[in-house]
């Protein structure tokens, strides 16, 4: 069955760091997401992607965060001087179309320290 | 403001018994409802979804069940087992289609 790869698993990084997290979604897939879920609390959406533009973006999803499709494969989340609040694990996800559900990666586990 | 709410925080259920998770939602637009399982150091995985015009949808031993007027639906686990142990998340789809919106997530302990 075909997945969405994401790594690393877990990142370590000092605060005011920059930190890229890198997700290969399914590939004949369209739509790109990225979520993040801290600790023990409900799943939040950052951005959706599509077409090589942002679609939809969250109040959290603020000028310290950047998204990009480098290449045919990868989709990265950049965060550009991270902050302690930033810890979490982040999701990747895509769907082939827009009414369809998503297919989860097993996520980034961010700490910053 | 919390789009959909999600009852129970914890459930404990015997094998062989029936489990039973509620959502809540407020925003009419909302136009695709999925439910998601989590494993620990996993992400969620869809389970199953329904759209607004069925009122119950069935897969094996899931149902979703759907009350357009009270806003609400709930995910039915028939005959529990320990492998079911896990944490379920509602979902709801935005009206633009670009983003879902999560429940708080329910664990779900099966008891053998």
């Known amino acids: 069955e075909p997945e969405v790869t994401q790594t690393p698993s877990h990142q370590v990084t000092q605060m005011g760091q920059e930190v890229i997290l890198r997700c290969v979604p399914i590939?004949?897939?369209?739509?790109f997401y990225w979520y993040r879920q801290i600790l023990g609390q409900k799943v939040e959406f950052l951005v959706s992607?599509?077409?090589?533009?942002?679609?939809?973006k969250s109040e959290i999803f603020d000028d310290q965060f950047s998204v990009e499709r480098p290449d045919g494969s990868n989709f990265t989340l950049k965060i550009r001087s991270t902050k302690l609040e930033d810890s979490a694990m982040y999701f990747c996800a895509s769907s082939p179309a827009m009414n369809y559900g998503y297919t989860f990666g097993s996520g980034t586990r961010l700490t910053v320290v | 403001q919390q789009q959909v709410k999600q009852s129970p925080q914890s459930l404990i259920v015997q094998k062989g018994g029936i489990s039973i998770i509620n959502c809540a939602y407020e925003n009419t637009a909302f136009d695709y409802f999925p439910w998601y399982q989590q494993f620990p150091g996993k992400g969620p995985a869809l389970l199953i979804a329904i759209r607004p015009d069925v009122s119950e949808k069935k897969e094996g031993r899931f149902t979703i069940s759907f009350n357009k007027s009270a806003k609400q639906f709930s995910l039915h686990i028939m005959d529990s087992q320990p492998g079911d142990s896990a944490t379920y998340f509602c979902?709801?789809?935005?009206?633009?289609?670009?983003?879902?919106?999560f429940g708080t997530g329910t664990s779900l302990t099966v008891i053998p």
């Open positions: 979902a709801a789809r935005g009206a633009t289609g670009n983003q879902f919106y």
């Open positions: 992607f599509y077409n090589n533009e942002i679609s939809e």
């Open positions: 590939s004949n897939h369209l739509y």
